[in-house]
């Protein structure tokens, strides 16, 4: 966040603008679509897909959130460190040298493997210490996590996927707080492989019980699911991409939730030209002017995480106008056509992503010119745009 002492040469031209807001609001939606026994587990990892990890999980937890998800232990350690105290559960691998910091500060592993868990169980138990773990079920994913039996192939000696989960249990150093699952197309409107994800999940956690471990919290719905499987919210759910007002996919309505985009994107126009008919535009002249116009030049590029996908494709807002990319967008600038839009000028206000005027630009927008979703258009940011907040 920029000092109200920056000198006024110092301020950015572009920058990444973030609705804190927005943001508490969009937790609190969330928060009413799940019963009230049902904890709401914030997943802020990636830097809260590039909204900023610590301000967001602060957010959240002051609009009820009670957990936080992360994958890496550094965004652990940063949480720690900004004073936030709030059980944090670790997504990724946990090490057996980590076992230290993570049993102090009350972060969770996940457990997706026997080896892992002897590995964690023998460094807590040298350190005369207990370290929670929530045990992590392949139900469908095919990432991480203990198999259901049906899709177990064992080799010699070896037990079946969940089976290990007994072994697991009974590890001295460890305590069994939590068993989950994720979904691999919750976000689609065909549900069936999310349903038969459930069907194995409930199974698997049968099976535990029947083994004598019984999970104190059972969590499995994404944002989609938090939306539309009320039957996954079981006693935590852990919305990501819903919370920065993002839908999961094409395929999930979240109009009628009132979710807020929290992201923007802004710059100043740096330089205006008149050109002529048949003038190239940037790296490999990959566009001619068709006749006169303006072309204006906007200091964002992909060294800022604004994809060279967009070159010739993409648009920008200007005096409330949509402007389109013309030329490769280059590592540091993209060019506009500004022709159509009378008296722009150097300072003038563009809108990358957000809204201006009655037009907006959002994360789908972009994600549909450039082939991906708009999980990756705000994850990608690179940090060099300074971040504010609102």
Known sequence: MKSPDTPYFLEPQSRVQVDLSAFGHNVRSLKRLIPATTRFCAV???????????????????????????????EAVAMREAGITAPILLLGEALPEQVSFLAAHGIRASV??????????????????TLKIHIKLDTGMGRLGFLHPGAVIQGPGEEAGILQARGTADLKGLEVEGAYTHFAKADVIDK????????????MVAMLADMGIHPEIRHAANSAAVLELPEAHFDMVRPGVAMYGMA???????????????????AKVIYVKAVPKDFSISYGCTHITAAPTVIATVPVGYADGYSRLLSNRGQMLVKGRKAPIVGRVTMDFT????????????????????????????????????????????????????????
């Open 44 to 74: 802020v990892k990636a830097n809260a897909y590039g909204h900023g990890g610590i301000q967001c999980a602060k957010t959240a937890l002051e609009n009820g959130s009670s957990f936080l998800a992360v994958v890496r232990i550094s």
């Open 112 to 129: 997706a493997d026997i080896r892992t868990a002897r590995a964690l169980s023998a460094a807590a138990q040298a350190l005369n210490t």
């Open 192 to 203: 069936s492989h999310a349903r038969g994800q459930l069907v194995r999940f409930n199974e």
């Open 248 to 266: 999961p996919s094409d395929e999930v309505d979240i109009t009628r939730h009132s979710l807020i985009p929290t992201m923007s994107i802004t």
């Open 335 to 390: 060019m506009i056509d500004v022709g159509h839009i009378p008296g722009v000028k150097p300072g003038d206000d563009v809108t990358i992503l957000g809204s201006q005027g009655n037009e907006q630009i959002t994360a789908d927008d972009i994600a549909g010119l450039t082939g991906t979703i708009n999980y990756e258009v705000t994850a990608s940011l690179t940090g060099r745009m300074p971040v504010s907040y609102v």
